[in-house]
């Protein structure tokens, strides 16, 4: 069965970075689109950055030119590299593949704060 699990979560200071990963199991991951999408508390899921199976990006305006999204297909682990980190970012970040049906990782929390 596909299976993503997130990791990288963590606390920050605003302007700080992280890093987070997605490792994918049960597809043939090179084949498909991925996505980070995030929810903050009492809003609802928004699309974050998602990258083609050829490794095309496509971010949220509000994320473009801080966040890179990049794939290791020999891995089957696409990564959300998150550089000066504001506190409105802070929200449960989760993986996506869209096969027929949306599967989702458990999710993993971000917080910016000082």
């Known amino acids: 069965q596909v299976q993503l699990v997130e990791s990288g979560g963590g606390l920050v200071q605003p302007g700080g970075s992280l890093r987070l990963s997605c490792a994918a199991s049960?597809?043939?991951?090179?084949?498909?689109?991925m996505g980070w999408y995030r929810q903050a508390p009492g809003k609802q899921r928004e699309l974050v950055a998602t990258i083609s199976s050829d490794g095309s990006g496509n971010y949220a305006d509000s994320v473009k030119g801080r966040f890179t999204i990049f794939r290791d297909n020999g891995e089957n682990t696409v990564h959300l590299q998150m550089n000066s980190l504001k506190p409105e970012d802070t929200a449960v970040y989760y993986c996506?593949?869209?096969?027929?049906?949306?599967?989702w990782g458990q999710g993993t929390q971000v917080t910016v704060s000082s």
């Open positions: 996506n593949v869209r096969i027929i049906v949306n599967y």
């Open positions: 049960g597809i043939i991951f090179r084949r498909y689109a």
